[in-house]
């Protein structure tokens, strides 16, 4: 006797078919909230700058460049909330080909920064 009958192969595929109808909703509707993608290229690379600029050594940065470096908030000043931030990170997460493309744009993007510095 084979332990997945008819009956319960039948409740077992409905229930597999249910939760990826109600994964490709949430997808769905957070993709209704999604930053649009060059300026979440743009967010990306501001985050990198930030964390570049607190891991570099800021024992020489004086008191109003020590806090401005602390104080700036990539979001706000990109005018996107954090909801859209997180539902956009989501969305990547789950399409990481998608993803990596766009970390690619990032890091070319940083690359010119920093040939516009020396």
Not at 65 to 94: G, M, P
Request: hydrophobic residues 40%; contains cysteine.
């Amino acid at each position: 006797m084979c332990w997945l009958s008819k009956k319960n192969a039948a409740v077992l595929f409905s229930g597999m078919f249910l939760l990826l109808a109600c994964e490709s909703e949430s997808i769905e509707q957070a993709s209704s909230n999604l930053i649009e993608r060059d300026k979440f290229i743009e967010i990306m690379k501001d985050y990198a700058l930030v964390e570049s600029m607190l891991n570099s050594n800021t024992a020489n940065a004086n008191g109003p460049a020590f806090d401005s470096i602390y104080n700036f908030d990539v979001l706000k000043e990109n005018e996107v909330t954090k909801s859209q931030y997180d539902s956009t990170l989501v969305y990547y997460t789950a399409h990481p080909d998608e993803f990596k493309e766009l970390m690619d744009e990032v890091l070319e993007k940083l690359n010119i920064e920093m040939a516009k510095r020396n």
